[in-house]
């Protein structure tokens, strides 16, 4: 009998987060109680089918303290890199020490996407599962997109960048996390662009470079990265509405 291939998880958080406007990590700061990168691995934990949950932290991290996050099923190792994708390289490097296999799957989460949800992880499980390379949370793009023009003088910047023209926005998506694929592939995938110089931003990047079509799964705008300093009200509103959302449900 065929062996069901498990399931892993890698959330990189090795990022300092400065778009947030504070000297604090912005995965440490208190959001609905509880440290913003508790609310992430809460959704995890509660996915009973996922076999480890690896955290990579920047190596000189000194603001994680396991005591914020007890209960919670989850590892930790301190590997991150300099970049998102050397973190993830080597987050999958290390789930080697929990038996990951090539052909086990990882799901890939950021850890300021605090608005994950159990019930949005097992989507993506569910329609990736059986595909050949895997794919990602994505939602299709809603607003108009515009580019902005290049910097004519850099001595007299304007107070504010101007338009150069609005792109079409048909069949765009916003690239959210979890992206889904198979260790080995993943691994590989990563490594090559590592080699040949490429700065990528997301996992599904370095599939899309080697010609492959990663699957696009509907995600959810819940599922937002927290990157500015007004997130955190948005953060904060939310969590804090699901909170009591369930305390009224158990009692």
């Not at 919670?72 to 038996?99: D, I, M, P, T």
């Not at 607003?143 to 304007?158: E, F, G, N, S």
Request: net charge positive; with cysteine; hydrophobic share 45%.
């Amino acid at each position: 009998m065929a062996v069901r291939e498990r399931l892993f998880v890698v959330i990189p958080c090795a990022g300092m987060g400065k778009r947030a406007g504070s000297q604090l990590p912005k995965q440490y700061r208190i959001v609905a109680g509880r440290h913003l990168l508790y609310h992430t691995l809460a959704a995890f934990d509660a996915c009973s089918e996922l076999t480890q949950t690896l955290v990579v932290l920047a190596r000189d991290d000194a603001h994680f303290d396991s005591r914020h996050f007890s209960g919670l099923r989850f590892a930790v190792r301190r590997c991150g890199g300099k970049s998102r994708q050397e973190s993830v390289l080597n987050g999958l490097n290390a789930l080697a020490e929990f038996g990951a296999r090539a052909d086990d799957w990882v799901l890939v989460h950021d850890a300021a996407r605090a608005g994950i949800q159990p019930e949005l992880i097992r989507l993506l499980i569910r329609a990736v599962r059986d595909d050949p390379v895997g794919g990602i949370m994505a939602l299709p793009l809603a607003d108009t997109l515009k580019r902005q023009a290049p910097a004519l003088d850099a001595v007299a910047v304007p107070s504010a960048p101007l338009i150069m023209h609005t792109e079409a926005r048909a069949d765009l998506w916003l690239a959210q996390t979890p992206q889904m694929f198979r260790v080995g592939m993943l691994r590989e995938a990563l490594l090559r662009a590592q080699q040949e110089g490429h700065i990528l931003t997301d996992e599904a990047s370095a599939f899309e470079r080697l010609g492959y079509a990663p699957k696009l799964v509907h995600g959810s705008l819940r599922n937002f990265k927290v990157t500015y300093p007004d997130d955190f009200e948005v953060i904060e509103a939310m969590l804090s509405h699901q909170k009591s959302s369930q305390k009224g449900d158990s009692s």
